[in-house]
């Protein structure tokens, strides 16, 4: 999925004395699977960072191919691939199954629009290119790879309606026979509302999650009304069209 190309860079196209550099940018949000953001530009690992929207981009080598529609209508399928992976990187790997679910967005624009420059402009880049991880290809101490799909690819429930929509990642709270162990957990719940994994009115030593979007919604009652806005990893955008969820 793209979003529009905004004004100035449609002006830079067509200006023949426009020297400034073209420039990408990667954000890898893993929000909405418990993690979190990284933001890397493609160039030689420890290389200076760039700064662009008020984010900072560290570099390291990073290719992406398939982004072309084919003729057949065929909803393309690329595949990312980071070399020099940090630390960090890989242990997110570890801890979220592989980071299927993550949204990854690519940012285009020119040099003289970056942060720090004398016309920095936060707005002016090309359309942003918009794709969730829909799988891992390969992992090494030093690459990672893996394929991408298109936010319609999961509108059009193209892979299974509940992974996308119904089961949360977050990891809910433990009861340990005396109080709730929070050590492991990333799911922000803390109140003393206690549910069963079906929904109803329980007693702290049986509360549990059923990872659903009830579920978070009686947990989080001041956001019923803005899916969106729930800690959960949802996808409210692909709920809209059909949802198996409880309401």
Same mark, same amino acid.
């Given at each position: 999925?793209?979003?529009?190309?905004?004004?100035?860079?449609?002006?830079?196209?067509?200006?023949?004395?426009?020297?400034?550099?073209? =420039?990408? &940018?990667?954000?890898?949000?893993?929000?909405?699977?418990?993690?979190?953001?990284?933001? =890397?530009?493609?160039?030689?690992?420890?290389?200076?960072?760039?700064?662009?929207? #008020?984010?900072?981009?560290?570099?390291?080598?990073?290719?992406?191919?398939?982004?072309?529609?084919?003729?057949?209508?065929?909803? $393309?399928?690329?595949?990312?691939?980071?070399?020099? =992976?940090?630390?960090?990187?890989?242990?997110?790997?570890?801890?979220? @199954?592989?980071?299927?679910? *993550?949204?990854?967005?690519?940012?285009? !624009? +020119?040099?003289? +629009?970056?942060?720090?420059?004398? #016309?920095?402009?936060?707005?002016?880049?090309? $359309?942003?290119?918009?794709?969730?991880?829909?799988?891992?290809?390969?992992?090494?101490?030093?690459?990672?790879? &893996?394929?991408?799909?298109? $936010?319609?690819? %999961?509108?059009?429930?193209?892979?299974?309606? /509940?992974?996308?929509?119904?089961?949360?990642? %977050? /990891?809910?709270?433990?009861?340990?026979?005396?109080?709730?162990?929070?050590?492991?957990?990333?799911?922000?719940? !803390?109140?003393?509302?206690?549910?069963?994994?079906?929904?109803?009115?329980?007693?702290?030593?049986?509360?549990?999650?059923? /990872?659903? %979007?009830?579920?978070?919604?009686?947990r989080f009652p001041s956001t019923n009304n803005?899916?969106?806005?729930?800690? *959960?990893? &949802? &996808?409210? #955008?692909?709920? @809209?069209?059909?949802?198996p969820y409880r309401s």
């Amino acid at each position: 999925m793209t979003t529009p190309t905004s004004p100035k860079v449609k002006r830079d196209i067509q200006d023949l004395s426009n020297d400034s550099g073209k =420039i990408s &940018f990667f954000n890898i949000d893993l929000t909405g699977i418990g993690g979190g953001v990284f933001h =890397i530009t493609p160039g030689t690992a420890g290389g200076p960072p760039v700064s662009f929207a #008020g984010n900072t981009y560290i570099s390291l080598p990073v290719t992406i191919e398939g982004m072309k529609w084919e003729g057949n209508g065929k909803m $393309p399928r690329p595949t990312m691939e980071i070399s020099n =992976i940090t630390l960090a990187m890989l242990a997110e790997v570890v801890a979220l @199954q592989d980071l299927v679910g *993550g949204k990854v967005e690519r940012i285009q !624009t +020119y040099e003289k +629009y970056l942060d720090g420059m004398a #016309g920095a402009d936060t707005t002016a880049h090309f $359309p942003k290119d918009v794709y969730f991880i829909n799988r891992k290809i390969a992992q090494s101490k030093q690459l990672l790879k &893996f394929e991408l799909k298109s $936010p319609v690819d %999961l509108e059009n429930l193209t892979i299974p309606r /509940r992974k996308v929509l119904k089961t949360c990642r %977050l /990891r809910y709270r433990v009861w340990n026979g005396t109080a709730f162990d929070y050590s492991n957990a990333t799911c922000p719940y !803390t109140d003393t509302d206690y549910y069963d994994e079906t929904g109803a009115a329980t007693t702290a030593e049986n509360d549990a999650c059923g /990872r659903g %979007l009830y579920d978070c919604k009686l947990r989080f009652p001041s956001t019923n009304n803005t899916d969106d806005q729930l800690p *959960g990893s &949802f &996808f409210p #955008g692909v709920g @809209q069209f059909g949802s198996p969820y409880r309401s």
